[in-house]
């Protein structure tokens, strides 16, 4: 098996996130040696409507970067340098020249042809052709990056280890460190497209930092649950969600100034809940929400969640797997995407 992953050993957490296999070792080893010229490989569409498993060209490399900008286009990234391109709802894919071998461990696309990448090492790569080139960007650090996202093609975030909290304002030509007053680990950042005055950082030990002046200042929330949170998404300004470890699902209702627990102490169906000791019970990694009241939150060892009553109430659904998920995307109300460990990309599709 390889290693586990840095950032997670590096603060005490019972078992790494990113666990990868055999298999995985020597899909990373055979993508570096094509350096991403890899052909096409089909998969037949299913007409199920649950999840399906989608080709993901034979690479086994865990995936935990996701980004779609239609129904049909998008891009996963992960371990080795490894970038996957789609076109047709991931019926093909075709592997991109990352031109590094670093993991890179979050995308972001402002439209089809602009798009950056996070990755350890301090990596960021954009492209402004869809991916047909990735040029690297001089984030200033050489800390990992966990998480990048942009609001439109010029103003963008990043953040990752030690508090590190990056913003360009001119497409990533230049990166200024923004001041968070905080050392833990920013895991993810969400801003509302609709009203990007609104932004929300989440990350280690129940880190949930707020910018109500489209990140000119950044306050810290107090969290009664120190859980390190992975995975944060808000519907409006002030209904959100943060999912973690031990199964943590938090939500609130005036933008993140308050939490309270929707899944665990007995309430939901992870039987051990926010106070479970178990690792393989309960992480969940990323959240995301197709209306008021429909959301999925996906984890460890296949683990897919869904609401349909703003998060009162959730269950577990199948997905056809048992390997952990890291990443979910809706692009439409009608068309999910989830990555994973082992190459694992499945679809939902209409």
């Known amino acids: ?15 790494s996130l990113f666990r990868t296999t055999a298999a995985a070792i020597a899909g990373m080893a055979f993508l570096a040696t094509v350096g991403g010229t890899l052909p096409r490989v089909s998969q037949a569409a299913s007409t199920t409507k ?39 709802g991931g019926k093909n894919w075709v592997a991109q ?13 402002s439209d089809s042809s602009h798009g950056w990448i996070a990755g350890n090492d301090g ?22 990056l966990y998480t990048i996202t942009f609001l439109n093609s010029r103003e963008g975030w990043a953040g990752g280890f030690a508090g590190t909290l990056l913003h360009t304002t001119d497409g990533g030509a230049t990166w200024n460190k923004v001041s968070t007053e905080t050392a833990q680990w920013i895991m993810n950042i969400y801003f509302l ?16 930092l707020v910018t109500r002046d489209g990140g000119a200042t950044w306050t810290k929330k107090n969290n009664s649950i120190a859980k390190d949170l992975y995975g944060v998404y808000f519907r409006d300004a002030n209904n959100g969600w943060a999912v973690g470890t031990h199964g943590v699902i938090q939500f ?20 051990r809940g926010v106070e479970g000791r178990e690792r393989e019970l309960n992480d969940l990694h990323a959240i995301s929400f197709i209306d008021d009241k429909t959301g999925y939150a996906v984890g460890v060892l296949g683990l897919v969640m869904k609401t349909v009553d703003g998060g009162n109430h959730w269950t577990i659904v ?12 809706f692009p439409t109300s009608s068309d999910g995407w989830i990555v994973g460990v082992g190459g694992m990309i499945l679809h939902k599709g209409s």
């Open 1 to 15: 098996m390889l290693s586990r992953d840095t950032r997670h050993t590096q603060i005490n957490r019972s078992a």
């Open 50 to 88: 649950g999840w399906v498993f989608r080709d993901s060209l034979g690479v086994s490399v865990p995936f935990n970067g996701l980004a779609f900008v239609s129904p049909t286009e998008g891009w996963v990234t992960g371990a080795s340098g490894t970038i996957l391109h789609t076109t047709d």
């Open 97 to 109: 020249n990352s031109g590094t071998t670093h993991w890179l461990q979050s995308v972001s696309f």
């Open 123 to 144: 990596t960021i790569l954009a492209t402004s052709d869809g991916g047909q080139t990735w040029s690297p960007q001089d984030s200033g650090v050489k800390f990992d």
């Open 193 to 208: 497209k609709s009203n990007p005055q609104n932004g929300w950082a989440v990350g280690q030990d129940g880190l949930v």
């Open 252 to 271: 609130t209702a005036n933008g993140g100034d308050t939490w309270t627990i929707q899944n665990g102490l007995g309430r939901g169906p992870l039987g």
């Open 318 to 329: 199948p997905c056809g797997t048992g390997l952990d998920l890291y990443n979910i995307a």
